[in-house]
């Protein structure tokens, strides 16, 4: 199985910061890489398909880079609304996996 | 686009459960399906996938063998059997639409665009 790996677990920001989450998989998996935000209570929310695309409803401050094992979220001047957790997930073979969470926290 | 899972209750260690999730808003039999569970507290654990016609299903190696998924899509439904359960099965189960259909051959990569609320399983020793 793909092992995904998320740097840092946690993080304190404050509204109009950079943020960088950074997305390690254990082998190669090539653009495979999804990240999703999910906020307290509610279901994830997909963010980026298939690193670097964004979904048509996510800001352009959100973006990704990256392939083969190394990939990095990053939001530009965060907003209110971002403070949540966001979850990589590898999509190059089944068992899908996610890494651990990154809370974005104020 | 709307999912809308159910079936989950609590359950003691060893029994069995079915989770049904009832999708509308799009053409159920262009996508493949997947389910998710979360423990309370913690991250996201991906369980089981099926393909857009039922023909291939792909499953977590914590679930392999305990659990099977199945769809009709005459009903707009995906369920998901589990059997043999455990406390660490414990968690909300969501259930997912993929972007594409898992069709064979394909080497497109693929996402979970849509999710339902999630259907609670407490299992108890």
């Known amino acids: 199985d793909i092992h995904m790996t998320q740097s840092p677990s946690s993080l304190s920001a404050s509204i109009g910061d950079r943020v960088t989450i950074t997305c390690r998989a254990s082998?190669?998996?090539?653009?495979?890489l999804n990240w999703y935000q999910q906020r307290p209570g509610k279901a994830p929310e997909l963010l980026i398909s298939?690193?670097?695309n964004l979904q048509p409803w996510v800001p352009s401050r959100f973006s990704c880079s990256g392939s083969g094992t190394d990939f990095t979220l990053t939001i530009d001047s965060l907003q209110p609304e971002d403070f949540a957790t966001y979850f990589c997930?590898?999509?190059?073979?089944?068992?899908?996996?996610f890494g651990q969470g990154t809370k974005v926290e104020i | 686009v709307q999912l809308v899972e159910s079936g989950g209750v609590a359950v003691q260690t060893g029994g069995s459960l079915r989770l049904s999730c009832v999708v509308s808003?799009?053409?159920?039999?262009?996508?493949?399906m997947h389910w998710v569970r979360q423990a309370p507290g913690k991250g996201l654990e991906w369980v089981s996938m099926?393909?857009?016609?039922?023909?291939?299903?792909a499953f977590a190696d914590s679930v392999e063998g305990r659990f099977l998924i199945s769809r009709d899509n005459r009903k707009n439904s995906l369920y998901l059997q589990m059997d043999s359960l455990r406390p660490e099965d414990s968690a909300l189960y969501y259930c997912?639409?993929?972007?594409?259909?898992?069709?064979?051959?394909?080497?497109?990569?693929?996402?979970?665009?849509?999710w339902g609320q999630g259907t609670l399983v407490p299992v108890s020793s």
């Open positions: 099926i393909s857009w016609d039922g023909s291939r299903v």
């Open positions: 997912a639409r993929d972007t594409s259909g898992w069709y064979v051959g394909e080497d497109t990569p693929r996402g979970l665009d849509f």
């Open positions: 997930q590898q999509s190059y073979s089944p068992p899908w996996t």
């Open positions: 082998q190669t998996i090539g653009r495979y």
């Open positions: 808003g799009f053409t159920f039999d262009d996508y493949a």
């Open positions: 298939a690193a670097p």
